[in-house]
Each structure stands twice: as structure tokens, then as C-alpha cells.
């Protein structure tokens, strides 16, 4: 950082002169491209890459920047690309170093921006009032290779977490494959299934915990392993004729979240886009239990068997007739410890991958925010 502080210091003694964005680059709608021919140009949404064509709207570098959706998701882009209609590309003047703009449109966060009510919108017109700091080009390019050096040690951590989980998945799904036919059992046949309950007529959701937790699909983390809270509660009227589950017992979706297991830690009440797994202790420890229901022949099984529709259906009948391993239970609990260890490398928060990632992530935002603010020229 020293050389950084040290050219703004010989460059730039009286301040940095900031000018608006509508002085330093051309926005771009972008357009259709179902006309166009299949290719190798990535064609960019406000998602990300969407398809591939045979011609481009721009040769770049540009930075794209999303019109609609995720105002968040800013792509930097060096060869040819082709834009829809939902994100907006650039025509970058000389005056800017095309990377430093990039990073430094990350530090302004333009989701706060947001022009609509629904959909997140940005306009050109409030895009282009944006004051951009503009440094002589030779701090630009010292700013943007120390950035990219963050960002490159960020996404090698990113590259190597992947890597760990498709080696985490590959030996979940060999430990907890049974040894010998004999080692299988219908999971119907050990436990009790059943699909949720919905008594619309008398439901009632109540702010206060009087009643019984309503456990929604959006009361589950998409990575998460259990129910631990919910947002709403329902009246006692309606818990005598919900599905009712208590802590230990297993939930799969039928719908969204396809097939995903959690285990309950709460007393509670299920819909009926929700299947019940209860009654299984006697053959299963319930983390084994959880990677056999995660593991990709249970998870494949569940997918082939529920439809090949938009909206699947895995109802109690084909849980019940799914066969699953069931060793000893001192085998299983074995197998949980070794793969409780691999877990906290890939998952953890604290103390594995993913805490190393957050740390360089916090890092890099800090470094970048200090690097990209300047002293404004009188």
C-alpha cells in the first residue's frame, strides 16, 4: 500500500478531482439475441452468463452493470460478450483504467439505489450523476493490480472449497453405501412416513408463541442441516388437525428444496409440501440417518422416481420404498465421526474453508473501501 499512498502523495498533493460517471463512460442497453446463431460470446443477464452466440455486442473490457434483478452482481468483462435487456454494459473513456472502475463501482453498493418497488431497478439517468474519483491512470493501475491480487487469493480459496465438497460428497456416498444386500432395508419398513397437513379452514398464524412453530420452507437455510425457528405460529385450534413433528424427527420437501432433509430441533407443525420421517431410532443414529438421505444414490433415486414435471411430486410412497443401508448402530455412529471431521472442513463457519474465505472476503472489502477513497480536489 505504501507505493499507492506514496504516488497519490506526489500526484495528487491538492486532492483527487471527482467527475460524474456521464463524463467518463457511455451506458449501453443491452437487446435480444434469440436472432442470433449458437456460439462461443457468452451472453450476460443480470445473473450472469445465460447462453452462447456467434456475434458480439461489444469487444471490451466493460463493466456490466445489472438494470434489473440482483443490482448487486457487477461483471467485468475483457473479450467480445453480448448483453440482454436487464443489465447494462460500458464504454470505458481513457481517462479511466476499465478494473479500477469496476472495483470502484463495488464500493458504492448500487443496490441501494434501487428505482422500483418491485423488481430491483437502476436507471442511466441515476447511474450516470455517479461522481467517480479519477486519480491519474498510473495510481488507477496500482489500485486495480493490488485489488486483483485480493481477488485472486479469494477465488484460488473459492476454487479449492469446490474441490473439497465434491471430495466430501464422493465419500459420504462410499462410506454410507451398504456392504452387502443384507445391510438394506425399505426405510417404510423401519420408520413411520407420512405427508403434512394443511386445515386452511381453521389455521390461524399468531405473532405470540402460544401456539405451535409452522415450519415453511423459508424457515430453512438452503444449507442448513435443522429447523431451529420459524416466522409464524399457528393456533391452537388449527395444531389438533396439522402434521405435528417433534425434535429428532426428519422433514423432506416434495417441492422446493427438492428432497432435502432436516432434522427438527423444535416442536412443530408441517404443511403438506412437507413429508415426516419419525419413529426411526431404533435402526438409525439420526446423523447417519441425515448423510444417507443426502447422499447422491438416495437424492438420484428421489428425482427419478417423482416425475420428470415441473413440479415434482415425492410423496410418502416412494420414502417409504426407498431401500437405504442400515449397519449397526456403533458402525453408523463411526461412520458419522469420520465424516463430522470433513464436514467441518468444507461447512464450518468458524473454524474451516468457508471461515478462511469470509476472512479474506472481509479483508479484501476493507483494503478495497481504504484504497478507493480519496481526498475530493477543491
Known amino acids: 500500500m505504501s507505493r499507492i499512498d506514496d504516488l497519490i502523495r506526489d500526484l495528487c498533493p491538492d486532492g483527487v478531482e471527482h467527475k ?8 449501453k442497453n443491452g437487446r435480444d439475441f434469440k436472432h442470433l446463431k449458437q456460439g462461443d460470446i457468452p451472453v450476460y443477464g443480470s445473473g450472469g452468463v445465460i447462453s452462447y452466440v456467434n456475434e458480439s455486442a461489444s469487444e471490451g ?11 448487486n452482481k457487477l461483471y467485468f468483462v475483457e473479450g467480445p460478450f453480448w448483453t440482454v435487456d436487464t443489465i447494462f454494459y460500458t464504454e470505458i473513456s481513457s481517462q479511466l483504467e476499465p478494473k479500477y472502475f469496476y472495483y470502484y463501482l463495488q464500493t458504492l453498493h448500487l443496490e441501494k439505489m434501487n428505482q422500483a418497488g418491485g423488481v430491483p431497478s437502476l436507471t442511466q439517468r441515476a447511474l450516470n450523476e455517479l461522481h467517480i474519483p479519477t486519480p491519474p491512470i498510473l495510481i488507477q493501475r496500482e489500485i486495480a493490480r493490488a485489488l486483483d491480487q485480493f481477488s485472486q487469493l479469494k477465488a484460488e480459496l473459492e476454487t479449492e472449497l469446490e474441490a473439497r465438497q465434491q471430495q466430501y460428497a464422493h465419500y459420504r456416498n462410499i462410506l454410507v453405501a451398504p456392504r ?15 405427508r403434512g397437513a394443511s386445515p386452511r ?3 390461524k398464524f399468531i405473532t405470540n408463541e402460544e401456539g405451535m412453530p409452522w ?5 430453512v437455510p438452503p444449507q442448513g442441516k435443522y429447523v431451529t425457528t ?3 405460529h399457528i393456533s391452537t385450534d388449527g395444531v389438533d388437525k396439522s402434521r405435528q413433528i417433534k425434535p429428532g424427527d426428519f422433514i423432506l420437501s416434495n417441492s422446493m428444496s427438492f428432497g432435502r432433509p432436516y432434522i427438527s430441533k423444535i416442536n412443530g407443525c408441517i404443511h403438506d409440501g ?18 444417507v438421505l443426502r447422499s447422491s444414490p438416495i437424492q438420484n433415486g428421489f428425482a427419478q422416481r417423482a416425475g420428470s414435471g415441473t413440479v415434482k411430486n415425492l410423496n410418502s410412497k416412494i420414502v417409504s420404498d426407498t431401500l437405504v443401508p442400515a449397519p449397526p448402530i456403533d458402525q453408523q455412529r463411526e461412520i458419522v465421526h469420520l465424516l463430522d471431521k470433513f464436514d467441518l472442513l468444507v461447512n464450518d463457519l468458524t473454524s474451516g474453508l468457508p471461515a478462511e474465505i469470509e476472512a479474506r472476503r472481509k479483508q479484501y472489502e476493507y483494503y478495497r473501501d481504504r484504497l478507493l477513497t480519496f481526498p475530493e480536489k477543491k
Open 20 to 27: 460524474l460517471l456521464k463524463d467518463l463512460v457511455r451506458i
Open 61 to 71: 473490457p466493460s463493466v456490466l452493470i445489472p438494470r434489473k434483478g440482483s443490482l
Open 180 to 194: 452387502s444386500p443384507k445391510e438394506s432395508v425399505k426405510l417404510g419398513e423401519v420408520s413411520y412416513i407420512a
Open 201 to 203: 379452514p381453521i389455521r
Open 215 to 219: 415450519i415453511k420452507i423459508g424457515d
Open 230 to 232: 420459524t416466522a409464524q
Open 274 to 291: 412437507w413429508l415426516v420421517i419419525a419413529n426411526y431410532e431404533k435402526t438409525f443414529d439420526p446423523d447417519f440417518l441425515y448423510h
